[in-house]
């Protein structure tokens, strides 16, 4: 159900209409959408007996890389299962449009399921990896197709390391260049929209305030309140599938 009145989202859509740099935080609950469940969900079946804390570490992979890997595996079957929702599409057709008038745009999405770039978003910083790919334990060299043949995990085709998922660990450094990305987009833009995002894990949950304190008109897309609301100018309640097509600018 959503619940705020119908001047904020035309408010909304006329400010996103106007802006010259819009960046978006996009979190878990776009990709709730599609079926893809938040990493802490209960696991089911052979993986119910494991927290996902003790299968998303670099020691839990050095212990038991084989275990690690197929749990990875298992989780990138029910990725590529799932499809783009209505939130997906209309950031995709929103960053079409703003390219269109020559306005910057940026999405930035802590979701590794890369549903984002499925939907057609092409300006995508992912702040912790994507599911899709993969690296090698040792070097880090990233690749997006492997031989499943023979040894698990496979090994890298260019230094013969262990592969891993490309993704962020617990313990882990989020990718320098994607936090910079990041932090050049939230400080640069007019409109920032946090979309979907429990606004709790740092250094993501931080963006909306540091585009605030530069100057950005903040909106935020949750059914639920966060720790951004109250900094936020505007805040639609609802998901991201209800609301983000109205904010298309008409």
């Given at each position: 159900m959503m619940a705020f009145m119908p001047d904020q989202l035309t408010l909304a859509r006329e400010v996103i209409s106007r802006a010259r740099s819009i960046a978006i935080l996009t979190g878990a609950g776009i990709s709730a959408e599609s079926g893809i469940g938040t990493f802490r969900d209960a696991l089911t079946g052979l993986w119910a007996r494991f927290k996902p804390e003790e299968l998303a570490t670099a020691e839990a992979f050095l212990a038991d890389p084989k275990r690690v890997w197929e749990?990875?595996?298992?989780?990138?079957?029910?990725?590529?299962?799932?499809?783009?929702?209505?939130?997906?599409?209309?950031?995709?057709?929103?960053e079409r449009q703003s390219i269109a008038r020559d306005a910057d745009f940026t999405l930035i999405t802590?979701?590794?399921?890369?549903?984002?770039?499925?939907?057609g978003s092409r300006n995508v910083v992912e702040l912790h990896g994507n599911i899709r790919r993969v690296m090698c334990f040792d070097h880090h060299h990233q690749a997006v197709s492997?031989?499943?043949?023979?040894?698990?995990?496979?090994?890298?085709?260019?230094?013969?390391?262990?592969?891993?998922?490309?993704?962020?660990?617990?313990?882990?450094?989020?990718?320098?260049?994607?936090?910079?990305?990041?932090?050049?987009?939230?400080?640069?833009?007019?409109?920032?929209?946090?979309?979907?995002?429990?606004?709790?894990?740092?250094?993501?949950?931080?963006?909306?305030?540091?585009?605030?304190?530069?100057?950005?008109?903040?909106?935020?897309?949750?059914p639920d309140t966060t720790p951004v609301t109250a900094a936020a100018q505007i805040s639609l309640r609802g998901t991201a599938g209800e609301i983000l097509p109205g904010l298309l600018p008409h």
């Open positions: 749990w990875y595996a298992w989780r990138r079957t029910t990725v590529a299962q799932a499809l783009p929702n209505a939130g997906h599409a209309a950031l995709a057709e929103l802590q979701n590794v399921d890369g549903l984002h770039h499925v939907a492997w031989s499943e043949v023979g040894e698990i995990p496979p090994r890298c085709a260019q230094c013969g390391s262990m592969l891993r998922p490309d993704v962020v660990w617990f313990g882990e450094m989020l990718p320098e260049d994607a936090l910079d990305a990041a932090m050049r987009a939230t400080r640069s833009c007019d409109v920032f929209l946090s979309v979907g995002t429990s606004s709790v894990v740092e250094p993501a949950a931080s963006l909306p305030l540091v585009a605030r304190q530069a100057g950005a008109m903040v909106i935020e897309v949750n």
